[in-house]
């Protein structure tokens, strides 16, 4: 296959690498500068630093919509905030195309929601056959060639057969999925739950409480999912509970580590500073609620970590505000949305 990758972060870096053994591929920078000083490297010194770029892969730059030219599928490889930018560009283009970004786009102005990156696909370029690869990955891992299973989700057959045919490996599973909508409410929920992770991790509340939280943070991704439209069974799968619990729980996560260093006392501008990369946590959990709101839905725990990013709560009143909520039931039924005002 021939396979254009936009956006030479870590992300569009590791899948590049990954094709690269197997397939013809460019790895598009975002300026001529970033794209020299990668080719001329051999190493993406910035976001995956050594890592050996094989000799095979093509580092360029360019304006996707001359990038994509001639390919068999196209990989926007992008943060949230500039997806929307890059499927108008990609307007007209013909091949498969597949996003990796996981959030929610912020809402663009006062009367409106966030929109979900499949819900930016169909309000600016609904002729694109398209879809997302998604589950839980760190970017190290996949480009260093360990094991690693992924979803690639999309209503077209033909995306999710790209996909499979372009990464599935003997190091890197892709599982075919139709439920886009699950796939991507997990891939955002879970930034935000895994700041929640951090922060009850970072204030030593132990083993018990770590689980407690990642299994009731299921739940609220869970109804979140179920009121947009997405399959139960999805949550189960590696777009929800395993990406979840990568996030969660891994010492790679930058979400996890917002959590980490606010319990440790540093402010928000800090924590971010000190990631270098983006925490799209950080970025779609006030969209997240305000979507939910919208939904009549209560996210306690995404509202926790809204009000202490917000500076309106201190990492340990946060998690007093959850401890000492009213008991519920831990029940909703598979397969059905749950009630309005069921909460974790």
């Known amino acids: 296959m021939k396979i254009c990758v936009h956006g030479a972060g870590a992300w569009g870096t590791a899948v590049a690498v990954n094709a690269a053994a197997r397939h013809e591929v460019t790895l598009w920078a975002r300026d001529t500068a970033q794209a020299d000083a990668i080719s001329k490297a051999r190493e993406n010194t910035r976001y995956l630093p050594g890592l050996a770029l094989p000799a095979s892969l093509a580092v360029r730059a360019g304006d996707i919509g001359q990038a994509h030219a001639g390919a068999d599928l196209v990989i926007v490889a992008t943060p949230m905030a500039a997806l929307r930018e890059q499927l108008v560009a990609l307007r007209g283009c013909t091949a498969p195309v597949a996003w990796l970004c996981k959030g929610v786009e912020p809402a ?22 398209a879809g997302v690869l998604s589950g839980p990955s760190f970017a190290q891992e996949v480009a260093e060639g360990r094991p690693t299973a992924l979803v690639a989700a999309s209503p077209h057959a033909a995306v999710r057969d790209a996909l499979v045919g372009a990464f599935h490996g003997p190091a890197l599973r892709v599982y075919a999925n139709e439920d886009i909508v699950g796939v991507e ?40 999912g179920l009121a947009l439209g997405a399959r139960a069974e999805t949550f189960m799968g590696l777009s929800g509970l395993g990406d979840l619990v990568l996030t969660s729980t891994g010492d790679l996560s930058r979400n996890r580590k917002v959590g980490l260093l606010l319990a440790q006392g540093r402010t928000l501008a800090q924590a971010v500073d000190s990631l270098g990369h983006v925490a799209e946590g950080v970025y779609c959990a006030r969209t997240v609620v305000q979507r939910a709101r919208g939904l009549g839905l209560e996210m306690p725990i995404a ?40 909460s974790s």
């Open 108 to 129: 663009r102005d006062a009367t409106s929601f966030g929109l979900l990156a499949h819900e930016i696909w169909a309000q600016v370029a609904p002729d694109l056959i």
């Open 185 to 224: 409410v997990g891939g955002a929920v879970k930034n935000v739950l895994a700041i929640a992770t951090g922060l009850c991790d970072g204030l030593a509340l132990g083993l018990n409480a770590r689980a407690a939280l990642i299994t009731r943070g299921l739940a609220e991704m869970t109804r979140f």
């Open 303 to 342: 509202e926790g970590v809204v009000a202490l990013l917000d500076g309106r709560v201190s990492p340990q009143d946060a998690v007093a505000a959850l401890t000492g909520r009213d008991p519920v039931p831990e029940s909703v039924q598979p397969g059905a949305a749950a009630s309005p005002r069921q």
